[in-house]
């Protein structure tokens, strides 16, 4: 049973009060195909849900799985997670994007669908580890195949992917690469990772090392989140872009929500439960700063729109900053263009909120994690 974390601290009413939105919001992200929708835009007439996108229901359905009460069905209607598992799987022959199909083999293993071969099967006719691909992509294969191996996995694939996975890791940054292995980047980006790709290898090699105990991973695991944990803001803000040669930051924003109070929690958590190392206070301190966010004097965690707004960005045309801190750090690694803070104030919220968000978010803090906290169930 994983321990309360702070005892007594204002962050664990904040995580229940962060899940009871998250499921109160995720049945206005339904579209009419029983699908999620990309994301809710503020516009000038309202909120309103824009697109849809399989990946993000493929994420909000880990994260439902995670829950032991039955809140699917009021969110998604009639037959819950199981029937949109299932319509999510039948698109699987017109998925050709590895990253999609990962998930959806996740989400299927997670809810133990018996019809999760047909994702497993349709992952490997892709071959992972072998085509060009995100590291993010290529740590969903390995989470996909090490979350219930004893329900579905191939032992195989999952020790290539992971493999490849490792190559990602930079030992003198504790940092993984924005590619993975046999992957051609660009040459003014090729240095740059984003903290997506500190996250799910994080988790990725926590998962592998508790089917495996592979030394390795948990190894890469605890390394790469001790440096990371070393870089946060005073805040508890989790910057945007790092140098995989030197560990450096290259540029701090966007702060994005969906790091503070889910995929950080849920690599960390993972990470915790599965080799050991426990980063809970910088954790919880991530969480508090959607609600004392000091860029812009607010808060992210919107009550009475009932949604968690996107990030903390700056005032910057084209991601001019991005850009350009990119391209001073890859002529030499302490360069950096001087003045951003001051001619682009982050200080702009944007103003939307994506599913796959809360749907991290529930993973992360799972029905069973809150409830060894003390903490009651989120209605």
Not at 123 to 144: D, G, I, N, Q
Not at 247 to 267: K, L, N, S
Not at 302 to 317: C, N, Q, S, T
Request: hydrophobic share 40%; charged share 25%; net charge positive.
């Amino acid at each position: 049973m994983t321990p309360e974390p702070v005892a007594g601290a204002p962050s664990l009413k904040r995580v229940e009060h962060l899940r009871g939105l998250a499921l109160r919001a995720l049945p206005r992200m339904v579209t009419r195909s029983g699908f999620f929708g990309w994301c809710i835009r503020r516009g000038r007439s309202g909120d309103r849900l824009e697109g849809e996108s399989l990946r993000y229901t493929a994420i909000v359905l880990i994260g439902l799985s995670a829950q032991k009460q039955d809140v699917s069905g009021r969110i998604l209607g009639a037959g819950g997670s199981d029937a949109c598992c299932d319509r999510l799987i039948d698109r699987l022959p017109r998925m050709n994007n590895i990253g999609d199909v990962a998930l959806t083999l996740w989400a299927a293993v997670s809810l133990r669908r018996r019809n999760a071969a047909a994702a497993l099967e349709r992952l490997k006719a892709l071959s992972p580890v072998e085509r060009p691909c995100p590291t993010v992509e290529l740590s969903w294969v390995v989470s996909a195949l090490s979350f219930h191996p004893e329900f579905l996995t191939d032992e195989k694939l999952a020790r290539a992917a992971a493999k490849r996975l490792k190559g990602a890791f930079h030992p003198d940054s504790a940092l993984f690469s924005h590619h993975a292995p046999g992957t051609r980047a660009g040459f003014f980006r090729e240095h740059v990772s984003c903290f997506a790709d500190w996250v799910y290898p994080v988790q990725a090699l926590s998962l592998y090392h508790e089917m495996t105990r592979d030394a390795e991973a948990a190894q890469s695991a605890r390394a790469s989140a001790a440096k990371m944990v070393s870089l946060q803001g005073p805040a508890g803000q989790w910057w945007w872009h790092y140098d995989v040669r030197t560990g450096r930051v290259v540029e701090p924003y966007p702060v994005y929500a969906v790091h503070q109070d889910g995929m950080a929690p849920m690599a960390l958590l993972d990470l915790k439960d599965r080799c050991g190392a426990d980063h809970t206070v910088a954790m919880m301190k991530g969480v508090d700063w959607l609600y004392e966010a000091p860029e812009c004097g607010s808060r992210l965690v919107d009550d009475e729109a009932g949604l968690i707004w996107r990030k903390v960005a700056r005032y910057e045309p084209n991601k001019w900053v991005r850009g350009m801190q990119a391209a001073a750090s890859r002529m030499h690694p302490a360069l950096r263009v001087p003045g951003t803070g001051v001619l682009f104030p982050a200080r702009r919220i944007d103003w939307e909120c994506r599913p796959y968000h809360l749907g991290w978010l529930l993973y992360a803090f799972s029905d069973r994690r809150v409830e060894a906290w003390g903490l009651g169930k989120a209605e």
